[in-house]
């Protein structure tokens, strides 16, 4: 089986081409796929909006194949709005938001969201605070009102505090026990100046998360959560008029104020020549290694174009990455490349895990394709060919409440229109082969990128120094420069 | 609830859905169409035209059950042969044809093998059904005519790293294979793991793909499933066009002994120093009826009372209460044949003592027989949501298409999607009770504790009592 992650989200939508791609394939074959029927039509289901009369946007895409409902409120309260020295807040803050309301413990609610077989969770991440809640038709307006509680007055208990800090702090030492963990804090580290907020973890780290205090969650929970700053999703089996006495009666009480805030920047690094960094992990069969840079946002005009040149480097199984360093050269299980975008600016990168002994040889062949796709022109049979899997790919994404929820949200939090959706696949597949020169020549910089190794250092830090690309530096595990 | 997807990929350990209510199941229906090849190939047909989607799906009655004693990991390498190109279609062409087309990498196109079946999915723009049957039809008729020793290496090599990623450069990684050795016999079919072993990934040979190909790899070992926006007497015409001329295969050698007696009959407990591990992790499992067995939909449900959710029991006790451990959970394997796994897991605090986790964990499963009416609902609405909710998908993972075959393989039963939610609503308390009081007993379980240790370039090791 194929495995990936840590892949850009890919969107498109599709009205697809009828492409033929063989060409190429076909010499010694003797017999040729079979081409295309007539493409059905795809339409992205309508969008609706409606404010309540507290602010609180509200968006509703109808779906009504089968009785699911998905109800998300976003606020502008992520990660990237806490003050460094606090960093993790938000994240503990929406660990706690479940813990209780003025009338039910976290038990109680945990009790109540099953009983209803919901699907219920709060949370925060990099761009937003979130409560989620999945659940079948005719129970979700009760969970839906459960869940609005919980982030309207939850009682963030003191009794539950210690707890909750204790589980943020053992998910932090969970993800930092794995490789893939340790290189993509480095990463970002390396690549943002210090001020950037996408410079830390969500998560916040051992230190910051140690010293937060209840006050801190209160504060932070009364400052920021605001109908104002927030967007409900309501997506799936309900009717209009029944997304608006929904949303009504969740959230139509809610009535927390907070001032518009300027909009997050992330400044990059400055950078003149490519830093390897490297990280210890002993004992790593493997090593996860990551090559990029930062500075890419979906308001970009040349955004589709980069969008298509991620795809041809490294955004799907056939793509350069994987084909290099799994099917070429058996390196690893997997190899891609992926535009995070964030709010500010995000980063483009490609990462793989791969066999301890053939670090420095993968590392090599990474920047290269790296360098390959930044100078060299793509074929455009390889070009129209990625493109299509995007354009042509989108319906199969959206299938699920989750899948359109989670497509509506990225515009949201990148600053998109909503009906992005309408043009973007026609914008797509209108990328050329000098489209992507043109992105690759202006925003890539392979002689001046970061690459982060993490992995055991008594068996791969010699090899790497050995092939000379770039200044080397040995990190140790919560990012200060050892060596 | 039921691990489905464990096969040989990640571990989610954290996919704990909620529970329960006196509520009602929804009225689903999933229609199909069914017919038989004269060469013996099984074909269901299910439409569905609210996305231009198209879905093709096949389950190939092979697993790693039937794997023969020092060849562990080949019935899953040789799916990764089936990727590497047939007669008419070259190495990296399956991959390329069909992305290009509009199946992304991984979701829609993939191949997964379990203990008890391999299968291969498309999930591609309706216009594009024709190439995916095509691509399906041509590697099962002439996957070995172009095989070759370095397509072999290659993938062996994938197949090892996916084996690091997965298990080895993973904290608690071996933890399915190490409890599968101890909950079945030697020689069980179902004692070794999916992946196997590196010795026997590095002995595999290409004789052994041929062999493998030609014993299991045909149309009357398979269940193929076309669904989503099709038009069911054209995709009838193209599957016997391109389905119809491969011959019959010869009858696959019948399935190993895999009865095993109802407990394991002594505790095995074993401990493993893991040098990644930042906080202990403890694993116990019970041998239980597998997923064959009337009593399976009440297996699930135990594992989502004790441990599915922020409303189970080890949540409530190990967590909330106790708070020696971070996160539980609670499921079992969904093992096909003679008997299945359920297992409990709770992982530590950073810090916290291997032994109150161990005591915690015990203590509860010792009082897990006495269970009420509303945990039972819980659990119950939580399988009904889980069920649902795999069900928006046409194909991939877990989608219509993948219920449709698994009825076929296991039940032979193609109407089996549509009696999942009635088989959980008949479940009573009592059944539940019965089975947790004869099954959760401490002679019939393997515990599994992970310790924390900081050497440098330790690797695991491990000593088992008794």
């Known amino acids: 089986m194929f495995s990936r992650r840590n892949v850009g989200r890919a969107l498109a939508a599709s009205l697809a081409i009828a492409l033929a791609v063989a060409s190429d394939a076909a010499r010694a074959q003797t017999v040729q796929p079979p081409p295309p029927g007539p493409l059905r039509p795809y339409i992205f289901p309508a969008v609706e909006q409606f404010q309540l009369d507290n602010g609180l946007k509200v968006i509703l895409v109808q779906k009504h194949t089968l009785p699911v409902v998905e109800g998300r409120l976003i606020i502008d309260a992520g990660a990237m709005r806490e003050p460094a020295a606090k960093s993790g807040l938000a994240s503990l803050t929406g660990r706690l938001l479940s813990e209780g309301t003025g009338t039910m413990t976290g038990a109680d609610i945990a009790r109540a969201m099953d009983a209803l077989g919901a699907q219920y969770s709060t949370g925060a991440g990099f761009s937003t605070s979130f409560a989620d809640v999945v659940a079948l038709k005719n129970v979700f307006p009760q969970a839906m009102a459960l869940a609005a509680r919980t982030i309207i007055a939850p009682s963030l208990p003191a009794s539950e505090f210690g707890r909750v800090k204790n589980q943020a702090l053992a998910a932090y030492q969970q993800s930092h026990a794995r490789t893939a963990g340790l290189a993509s804090d480095a990463f970002i580290r390396a690549a943002f100046d210090s001020t950037a907020p996408f410079s830390r973890p969500a998560s916040g780290n051992l230190t910051t998360i140690g010293t937060l205090t209840r006050d801190d969650v209160v504060n932070w929970h009364r400052t920021m959560f605001a109908p104002s700053a927030a967007t409900f999703l309501l997506v799936g089996d309900i009717a209009s008029a029944e997304a608006r006495s929904v949303a009504q009666q969740a959230f139509g009480t809610w009535t927390a104020s907070r001032a518009a805030l300027p909009a997050v920047t992330n400044p990059v690094r400055p950078s003149t020549a490519t830093r390897v960094i490297l990280v210890d992990r002993p004992g790593s069969v493997q090593s996860s290694i990551v090559v990029g840079q930062a500075g890419f946002r979906a308001t970009d005009p040349d955004y589709i174009s980069m969008v298509a040149l991620n795809h041809v480097l490294g955004g799907g199984f056939s793509s350069r990455m994987n084909m290099n360093l799994r099917e070429k050269h058996g390196y690893t299980y997997g190899a891609f490349s992926g535009l995070d975008l964030r709010p500010g600016a995000g980063a483009f990168r490609v990462n793989s895990e791969v066999r301890t002994n053939a670090t420095d040889s993968a590392l090599v062949e990474a920047i290269g394709e790296y360098r390959r796709i930044a100078t060299e022109a793509v074929p455009a049979i390889e070009l129209q060919g990625m493109v299509n899997n995007l354009v042509s790919g989108f319906p199969n994404s959206v299938q699920s409440v989750q899948g359109l929820s989670g497509s509506l949200q990225s515009l949201i939090v990148w600053g998109l229109p909503l009906d992005f959706y309408t043009t973007y696949r026609e914008k797509l597949s209108a990328v050329t082969p000098d489209d992507v020169k043109r992105v690759a020549a202006s925003r890539l910089t392979p002689n001046n990128v970061i690459v982060v190794v993490a992995g055991d250092l008594a068996k791969i830090e010699a090899p790497i120094r050995a092939r000379n690309l770039g200044t080397v530096e040995v990190w140790d595990q919560n990012g200060n420069k050892v060596r | ?466």
């Open chain 2, 1 to 466: 609830m039921r691990l489905r997807y464990l096969a040989v990929s990640l571990l989610c350990l954290a996919t704990a859905n909620a529970g329960a209510q006196a509520g009602k199941s929804p009225e689903l229906r999933i229609d199909y169409t069914k017919e038989t090849l004269p060469n013996g190939l099984t074909v269901l047909y299910h439409v569905d035209h609210s996305t231009p989607v198209a879905a093709v799906l096949l389950w190939y009655n092979v697993g790693s059950k039937m794997e023969q004693p020092g060849k562990t990991g080949f019935a899953h390498l040789f799916e990764h042969m089936m990727f590497k190109g047939s007669k008419n279609v070259a190495d990296g062409q399956h991959w390329a044809l069909l992305e290009a087309a509009g199946g992304r990498a991984g979701a829609d196109i993939n191949g997964t093998t379990s203990w008890d079946r391999t299968n291969y999915f498309e999930q591609i723009p309706s216009n594009q059904l024709e190439l995916a049957l095509w691509l399906e039809s041509d590697r099962m008729g002439t996957l070995t005519e172009t095989l070759t020793q370095e397509k072999l290496d290659n993938q062996r090599e994938v197949v090892k790293n996916e084996r690091r990623q997965s298990v080895d450069n993973q904290p608690y990684g071996t933890w399915v294979e190490k409890t599968e050795e101890v909950l079945f016999p030697d020689n069980h079919p179902y004692h070794h793991s999916v992946i196997g072993s590196m010795t026997d990934l590095s002995n595999a040979s290409v004789a052994d793909v041929r062999s493998f190909f030609k014993t299991y790899y045909a149309p009357n070992n398979a269940v193929l499933v076309v669904a989503g926006d099709i038009d069911v007497p054209q995709a009838k015409g193209m599957v016997q066009k391109y389905f119809g001329p491969i011959p019959a295969g010869p009858t696959p050698p019948p399935l190993a002994n895999m009865r095993v007696p109802t407990t394991v009959g002594q505790e095995q407990r074993l401990v493993v120093q893991d040098a990644q591990a930042p906080a202990p992790a403890i694993f116990v499992s019970y041998r239980v009826p597998s997923a064959k067995d009337s009593r399976a939909p009440a297996i699930s449900l135990l594992g989502d009372i004790m441990g599915g959710g922020r409303s189970s029991r080890l949540y409530e006790a190990l967590v909330r209460r106790q708070q020696v451990a971070t996160n539980v959970a609670g499921f079992n394997f969904g093992l096909a044949d003679g008997a299945d796994m359920l297992v409990f897991t709770a992982t530590g605090k950073p810090g916290a003592s291997p032994d109150s986790l161990e005591k915690g964990m015990l203590a509860e499963l010792a009082g897990a027989s006495s269970f009420t009416q509303s945990e039972l609902d819980r659990a119950r609405a939580s399988e009904r949501f889980a069920f649902v909710d795999g069900l928006q998908t046409t194909g991939g993972f877990g989608g219509r298409a993948d219920r449709l075959a698994e009825g076929w393989t296991f039940f032979h039963d193609p109407n089996h999607v549509n009696k999942v939610l009635g088989e959980f609503d008949r479940v009573t308390l009592a059944d539940v009770n019965a089975v947790a009081r004869e099954r959760l007993v401490p002679t019939n379980r393997a515990i599994l504790l992970y310790v924390p240790v900081r050497k440098t370039a330790a690797q695991t090791s491990s000593t088992r009592t008794p």
